[in-house]
């Protein structure tokens, strides 16, 4: 069940007290790149330069207050992570983080920064998680999931922020990784009884939740082989499926180039650095913008993260 208005008041009112909201704009080159009203939510500045940090806020707060002083372990391939990290140490709790082998070593060290216990282990996100689930268990840890309602009731601040101050928007595009962001989206849309269209947006390599879309119900996938990290997911949350089922207008599946593209668009047209994650909204927007024209659309910046040598490549055409 999705969080109703006074909760997610409450959850905005825990974040707002750590970190100030993030800004909306208007960016007149992307406008024309599209041939919409584009507005861009730039959760890329928020503490850890992601969204994710929202969710983990409410989430710790809630852990300090019943935990019996046990530490937290959770798998990530970076932004969940830091979002942890970042409350985990705000809240005094120790904190252990597996990533996959051959992980982004900066999101690491942006995570060693914040004093987490890190771990490699397993070749993607979803092993990385089963081996953090098994080693919870070994070590009397609690195991922090990617996706939970109090995580949700965090990440919608952000969707709460953008509805506050952009009225009537046609389409908000949000990227899917396991579903945390676009499950906030639609309870902040459901809670204050707008209209707008939800549109998820997935890497054509990790296709899970669009595969899951269209059958009604979860669909693993075999592989999640996308540089876009924060989308990098194979095994889908049966909760998310059924809430992204449910309250999403449609999924688009975007290619690694369109990503690309649309990350170097954001550079061109905004000066703002996006990860691959972070840019697939516009890369859908961009890939859908002839039955967009003239509309009102807003684009969840989700990530600022990503290495540095990736990206110069990126931004140089590779």
């Not at 939510?41 to 330069?49: D, L, Q, S, V, Y």
């Not at 009225?167 to 204050?192: M, Q």
């Not at 309250?247 to 975007?254: D, F, K, L, N, S």
Request: aromatic content about 6%.
């Amino acid at each position: 069940m999705l969080p109703k208005r006074d909760e997610l008041e409450a959850a905005a009112a825990q974040v707002h007290a750590v970190m100030t909201p993030t800004l909306q704009y208007n960016w007149p080159l992307l406008a024309q790149r599209c041939g919409c009203d584009v507005w861009v939510k730039h959760e890329n500045h928020t503490p850890i330069g992601a969204f994710k940090v929202r969710g983990g806020i409410v989430f710790m707060n809630d852990f300090a207050q019943h935990s019996n002083g046990a530490g937290i372990i959770s798998a990530t391939r970076g932004n969940h992570g830091q979002s942890i990290g970042f409350a985990a140490r705000a809240a005094g709790v120790p904190a252990t983080i597996v990533v996959p082998k051959g992980n982004s070593t900066e999101k690491n060290a942006a995570m060693k920064a914040l004093g987490v216990r890190l771990i490699e282990h397993g070749h993607d996100f979803d092993e990385a998680r089963e081996f953090a689930d098994a080693q919870a268990a070994e070590e009397g840890l609690s195991f922090v999931p990617s996706f939970h309602p109090l995580l949700i009731q965090g990440v919608a601040s952000y969707a709460m922020e953008l509805f506050g101050s952009v009225s009537e928007l046609d389409t908000v595009y949000v990227p899917i990784g396991l579903g945390s962001g676009i499950c906030g989206v639609i309870a902040a849309r459901d809670a204050l009884n707008l209209k707008t269209r939800v549109v998820g947006v997935v890497s054509e390599n990790a296709p899970a939740y669009a595969l899951s879309y269209e059958a009604g119900k979860p669909v693993p996938t075999n592989s999640a082989d996308t540089f876009a990290d924060g989308v990098a997911c194979r095994i889908p949350d049966a909760e998310a499926v059924a809430i992204i089922n449910k309250g999403a207008a449609r999924i688009v599946t975007v290619s690694e180039n369109e990503i690309k593209d649309a990350m170097r668009a954001y550079y061109t047209d905004t000066h703002n650095l996006a990860e691959g994650a972070g840019a697939t909204p516009l890369a859908a927007l961009i890939k859908e913008k002839n039955t967009m024209q003239g509309r009102k659309v807003g684009l969840i910046l989700s990530g600022g993260n990503i290495d540095t040598d990736l990206y110069g490549a990126i931004l140089a055409g590779g």
